[in-house]
Nanobody
């Protein structure tokens, strides 16, 4: 079964940067997309960005575009999320998910595989 493992989370100061990694056991053309989501306590899982593994095209949540960048290194079966100008409200557990069927980029219910998540805390 496909495994996804997030890493790179931690404590950063406001205005700082962090790069998260999502390592997959395999990338295949069956992937319609790999997305990053986050979930703060008491809130719904929120879509951040999604990348097409085969095409490299990306989409972003409007509110985060310009601060967050998604990219992939297919040779390493890894997707990254570069986060800049971090704010305290970015504090959340960050997850990567893989979708193998058509669906919504922004609906976490449409993703078939998930990692365990990595905690990001933005605080001075």
């Amino acid at each position: 079964q496909l495994q996804l493992v997030e890493s790179g989370g931690g404590l950063v100061q406001p205005g700082g940067s962090l790069r998260l990694s999502c390592a997959a056991s395999a990338f295949t053309l069956n992937f319609h997309g790999i997305g990053w989501f986050r979930q703060a306590p008491g809130k719904e899982r929120e879509g951040i960005a999604c990348i097409s593994v085969s095409e490299g095209s990306t989409v972003y949540a409007d509110s985060l575009k310009g601060r967050f960048t998604i990219s992939s290194d297919n040779a390493k079966n890894t997707v990254y999320l570069q986060m800049n100008s971090l704010k305290p409200e970015d504090t959340a557990v960050y997850y990567c998910g893989a979708r193998v069927r058509p669906g919504s980029n922004w609906s976490w219910e449409d993703y078939n595989y998930w990692g365990q998540g990595t905690q990001v805390t933005v605080s001075s």
